[in-house]
Nanobody, 125 residues
Framework: QVQLVESGGGSVQAGGSLRLSCAASGYATSRIRMAWFRQAPGKENEGVASIAADGTTTYADSVKGRFTISNDAAKNTLYLQMTSLKPEDSAMYYC???????????????????WGQGTQVTVSS
């Protein structure tokens, strides 16, 4: 059974750090495209960062230099290290897996076939 389980969210003050984890079962995270998305109340789902099967990483402009996506193949776990957090980073964060052909933009959330339940990140000023 394919399953993604996020953890690591919480409440921090601006400038703080958090590390999100996404434990996967049912497939190898290092062999497919994985991504983090976020959605704040009243806003659209936004691609935050992605890592391809070859290890190539991409980031939204709003998080470049502050967030780092990584994949631990041994633990079959995806991470998102978030530093210098800002209030505008507050959102529900989801990890997503694209276990089929990687033919579309990493930002296209409709092309991911598995999603976690989400973990809340709240950044106070």
């Amino acid at each position: 059974q394919v399953q993604l389980v996020e953890s690591g969210g919480g409440s921090v003050q601006a400038g703080g750090s958090l590390r999100l984890s996404c434990a996967a079962s049912g497939y190898a995270t290092s062999r497919i495209r994985m991504a983090w998305f976020r959605q704040a109340p009243g806003k659209e789902n936004e691609g935050v960062a992605s890592i391809a099967a070859d290890g190539t990483t991409t980031y939204a402009d709003s998080v470049k230099g502050r967030f780092t996506i990584s994949n631990d193949a041994a633990k079959n776990t995806l991470y998102l290290q978030m530093t210098s957090l800002k209030p505008e980073d507050s959102a529900m964060y989801y990890c997503a897996a694209r276990s089929w052909a990687d033919l579309w933009s990493w930002r296209d959330s409709s092309r991911y076939n598995n999603w976690g339940q989400g973990t809340q990140v709240t950044v106070s000023s």
